[in-house]
């Protein structure tokens, strides 16, 4: 237990920050990003979590942990949507505050026990940061008097969009319709309706409340922090600044993977490193890294053409097949041939420590579903992108990698193994995209220059201001 104590054991700690993720990997990692720079601005930290997706611990010996009852249903958590699994966690929480009330309290209280224990002076919480999707845990934090942050682990354009949700109905935009998927939105350029916030696995209206709470967590909250940085959303964030001018403070601090040094260690799958050994052996720039997240899923037919595919493209390819990649399967099987066809060039792997994966030199491109973490991981490390957003926000990230900063292209339509094989040739074999992508890493670098750069200021901002509450 290190709570007590400063970087290295020597100094002491400033205050304590509580940190709450929402328990799914695309959350997890940038709260965890985010614990690991404020614990190295020389606050302690707490992360409170659920049993669903359990977070670690013994991974994680700079923080304290307390569990929270998540109170999600076995076959909600079974199922793993993610919107069901958020409506469930706050249902449950709304119902029986109790148990988030006596998390909440541990974790304030244990200050004063590690000073009792000759830990140090008492460093009081001064904080919760939550994820958006934690309103019910907001309602019991602003219950103690505990002031609540929220960290939005999605774009700056992403909040735009959910504050314009009823905006987007009223004027007929939402629910989506055949007819007026192409139809811009002017006003969220450059998105169309199709790339509005959208789930084909949950009702639009259970969309519609998840979206309407994360509005009001972030409307309720002391402050907001993006996990996105002023070389890739500037106008966004003014825009939002504009939109949230109530809010006390609304910074732009990201890539916060960038900003902290912990990697592997919130990871819930194993991550197979043998794939740096691998890419150790390729040319620089030749590797297309294929990884479609924590969530997306496919048809088996879909799977079938991504195979053969990338076999045809001619290209080498790590690629990533997480257990249920194909939708309604627990285990993916390759298909036959497949390894016969591709072996010497293609490495088929569970899951990869993607952050190193991406910063490998030989690397040169990466066919990614568009979340919002990868997309900010791509574009940080130069990497040119093909996407195939899925759901969610996914759409609209992908726009901005192709519209917007001109480092990759979407591929639409239908999945079929000729179309593939042209797009990753497309990727790997363009000049412009590579050079705008190294370009853009320049700038998202820059924004992460210690002391000077715009994200490093907000994360100092965000200290300053977490001490004075
Ligand atoms: N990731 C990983 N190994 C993999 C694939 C993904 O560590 O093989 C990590 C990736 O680095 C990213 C997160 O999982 O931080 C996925 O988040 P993202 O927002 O891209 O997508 P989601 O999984 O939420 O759809």
Redesign the pocket.
């Known amino acids: 237990m290190a709570g007590g104590v400063g970087v290295g054991g020597r100094e002491p700690r400033r205050r304590r920050a509580l940190v709450f993720p929402l328990p799914?990997?695309?959350h997890i990692?940038p709260m965890m990003h985010l614990a690991g720079a404020l614990h190295a601005r020389g606050l302690a930290v707490t992360v409170l979590h659920t049993r669903f997706n359990a977070l670690r611990p013994g991974r994680h010996p700079e923080f304290r942990f307390v569990e929270v009852p998540d109170g999600v249903p076995a076959n909600v958590a079974a199922a793993g949507r993610i919107i069901d699994v958020i409506l469930a966690m706050n249902a449950a929480m709304e119902a029986s505050p109790a148990p988030v009330l006596a998390a909440l309290v541990s974790a304030m209280e244990a200050e004063d026990q590690e000073a009792a224990e000759g830990e140090g002076e008492p460093r009081a919480a001064a904080c919760l940061f939550i994820d958006g999707n934690l309103l019910a845990v907001q309602r019991v934090a602003a219950a103690l008097g505990l002031p609540t942050l929220v960290l939005r682990t999605g774009s700056a354009a992403c909040l735009r969009c959910f504050l314009a949700y009823p905006m987007l109905h009223d004027k007929g935009y939402l629910p989506p319709q055949e007819s007026n998927l192409d139809t811009p939105v002017p006003e969220l350029p450059p998105l169309r309706v199709r790339d509005l916030f959208f789930s084909p696995v949950s009702s639009h209206e259970k969309v519609r409340e998840v979206l309407a709470r994360i509005t009001e967590t972030v409307r309720n909250s002391s402050g907001v922090v993006i996990n996105t940085c002023e070389a890739l959303e500037a106008a966004e964030m003014e825009r939002l600044r504009g939109e949230l001018a109530g809010l006390p403070l609304l910074l732009a601090a990201g890539p916060l993977h960038k900003l902290s040094s912990r990697s592997a260690g919130s990871?819930l799958l194993e991550?197979d490193r043998s794939c740096i050994a691998w890419l150790n052996a390729r040319a620089p720039g030749s590797v297309l890294y294929v990884?479609f997240?924590?969530?997306?899923a496919m048809g088996a037919g879909e799977f079938q053409e991504v195979a053969w595919g990338l076999a045809g493209s001619g290209h080498p390819f790590l690629w990533?097949v997480?257990p249920k990649l194909v939708r309604g399967c627990d285990g993916v099987r390759l298909p036959d041939g497949f390894e016969d066809a591709v072996e010497g060039r293609g490495m088929v792997i569970r899951?990869?420590?993607?952050?190193e994966v991406l910063a490998h030199p030989a690397v040169g491109g990466f066919w990614t579903?568009a979340?919002?973490?990868?997309t900010l991981?791509g574009a940080g490390e130069g990497v040119p992108m093909i996407c195939r957003p899925d759901a969610v926000d996914q759409m609209m990230n992908a726009r901005y990698v192709q519209e917007v900063w001109g480092v990759g292209f979407e591929l639409e339509g239908e999945l079929e193994r000729g179309r593939v094989g042209d797009a990753v040739r497309r990727l790997m074999e363009g000049a412009e995209m590579r050079e705008r992508a190294k370009l853009l890493r320049r700038k998202m670098a820059d924004c992460c220059l210690e002391s000077s750069g715009s994200s490093q200021i907000a994360m100092d901002k965000l200290v300053s201001y977490i001490l004075s509450l």
Do not use: C, I
Request: cysteine-free; proline content about 4%; glycine content about 12%.
């Open positions: 799914f990997q695309g990692d990871s991550q990884s997240g924590s969530l997306a990533v997480r899951w990869a420590p993607q952050q579903h979340g919002w973490n990868s991981e």
